[in-house]
Structure formats: C-alpha cells, structure tokens
Nanobody, 115 residues
Framework: QGQLAESGGGLVQPGGSLRLSCAAS????????MAWYRQAPGKERELVAR???????DYADSVKGRFTISKDYADNSLSLQMNSLKPEDTGVYYC?????????WGQGTQVTVSS
C-alpha cells in the first residue's frame, strides 16, 4: 500500500523558516498527486499545497508567496519550504499521496510559530 513519514517540524519564531520533508516508501514518480495539509487546534484539516506528477503546483491563498512545495526524486521525498512564518501557520502538517485507488497519509509533524 505504501507509507509516508513527515519530519522537520518544530518551534520557530514569527518570520522564521522551516523545511518539512515527507519520505515515501513507494516511488513518488508514480504518484499522481502529492500534497501537504495542516490542522490547527480546534479547526478542520485544510489543504496547504499540491504537486501534480506533471510538475504543476498550487497553493492555498494564505501561503502563496511564502511556501514552496517540491519533489526530491533522489531522496524519493516531498518537501515544503516555509518562509516568513506566522503564528497562524501553527498546526500539525500532514503529507498525502493519491494515485488511483492509492490514498495514503503520513502521521503528521507539529509546527509551532511563536515568540
């Protein structure tokens, strides 16, 4: 079925940067859609960014210009570079992979933006 494992979360001050990584047990070149989601305390899980197999990407309006999603084929992983972080970016960040009947999620990594 495949597994995803996120890493790179932590505590950062407002204005700082973090880079999240999602390691995959299946070849990411064969996954049509990979994405990052986040869930803040007391809120529903929301889409942050998507990466399609053809290379196109899209972002939530709240992170456009600050976050960058990318695939690292050498490491077989999905990354999320987060710059100019704000307290409202705090939450658990999840990686997701979708390809036909395959729909897998990682366990999440905590990101806390606070002074």
């Amino acid at each position: 079925q495949g597994q995803l494992a996120e890493s790179g979360g932590g505590l950062v001050q407002p204005g700082g940067s973090l880079r999240l990584s999602c390691a995959a047990s299946v070849n990411i070149a064969n996954i049509y859609l990979m994405a990052w989601y986040r869930q803040a305390p007391g809120k529903e899980r929301e889409l942050v960014a998507r990466h399609y197999s053809g290379g196109s990407t899209d972002y939530a309006d709240s992170v456009k210009g600050r976050f960058t999603i990318s695939k690292d084929y050498a490491d077989n992983s999905l990354s999320l570079q987060m710059n100019s972080l704000k307290p409202e970016d705090t939450g658990v960040y999840y990686c997701r992979g979708v390809n036909g009947a395959l729909d897998i999620w990682g366990q999440g990594t905590q990101v806390t933006v606070s002074s």
